[in-house]
């Protein structure tokens, strides 16, 4: 398993631990997230996902693997929390830079 970039560990502790300042930090100010078929683009915009997010699932992320494929970092997690189905695996696929997260897919 691939040792995780800080950036990357940051942002799992913090959603764990429900701290969206924090969470939101390990983002680039250019950032893009997309997720559940939505395209997020910029920190105003990721700040308001991740508290919609807490709110609405209050997910908790268990790391299982993590690798580098083609300058990425995927990561395979257990989520659990506030929804039909849970806990369900999910596919995290992070671009870096610059130590922050520029691109965040979740599948």
Same mark, same amino acid.
Not at 25 to 35: G, I, L, N, Q, T
Not at 50 to 78: C, D, H
């Given at each position: 398993?691939? *040792? ?12 764990? =631990? &429900? ?18 078929? =939505? ?8 700040? !308001? ?6 709110? #609405? ?5 268990? *790391?299982?693997?993590?690798? &580098?494929?083609?300058? =990425? *970092?995927?990561? #395979?997690?257990? *989520? ?19 130590? #922050?997260?520029? &691109?965040?897919?979740? !599948?």
């Amino acid at each position: 398993m691939t *040792v995780l970039d800080t950036a990357i560990d940051r942002y799992f502790s913090a959603t764990n =631990e &429900r701290n969206n300042t924090l969470a939101a930090e390990c983002f680039d100010p250019d950032a893009s997230v997309f997720d559940e078929g =939505e395209q997020l683009t910029g920190l105003e915009s990721i700040q !308001r996902w991740l508290q919609q997010t807490q709110q #609405k699932y209050q997910p908790m992320i268990q *790391v299982l693997t993590a690798e &580098r494929n083609y300058g =990425e *970092v995927w990561v #395979k997690a257990n *989520v659990s929390g506030q929804f039909q189905g849970s806990p369900i695996q999910l596919n995290y696929v992070f671009a870096l830079q610059d130590g #922050k997260i520029s &691109r965040l897919m979740i !599948r």
